[in-house]
């Protein structure tokens, strides 16, 4: 993060701080995603909050990061997919 300069009452401090996130940017929280996804009215995917899939997909695991916004899946032999 950049720093930025503290603000009192409107009024430049000259002081600088650093910012940090307060929650680990790289997290992962399979529930948020967890449930029945359906690409068409015949179609879906499972996402169980364990980060497996089940129905066609089983075999297969997932994480999901929030803050990154991507689902990254693995094969059986735990290989990027």
């Not at 179609?43 to 089983?58: E, H, R, Y």
């Not at 991507?70 to 032999?77: A, E, N, Q, V």
């Amino acid at each position: 993060m950049d720093d930025v300069t503290l603000l009192i009452d409107g009024y430049l401090t000259g002081e600088t701080e650093s910012l940090k996130p307060t929650v680990n940017p790289y997290m992962v929280d399979n529930s948020l995603v967890a449930g029945t996804w359906y690409s068409s009215k015949t179609n879906s995917t499972i996402f169980n909050a364990d980060g497996t899939f089940g129905g066609i997909l089983q075999g297969l695991t997932y994480k999901y990061m929030p803050f990154q916004k991507h689902i990254l899946m693995y094969g059986p032999d735990g290989s990027f997919v």
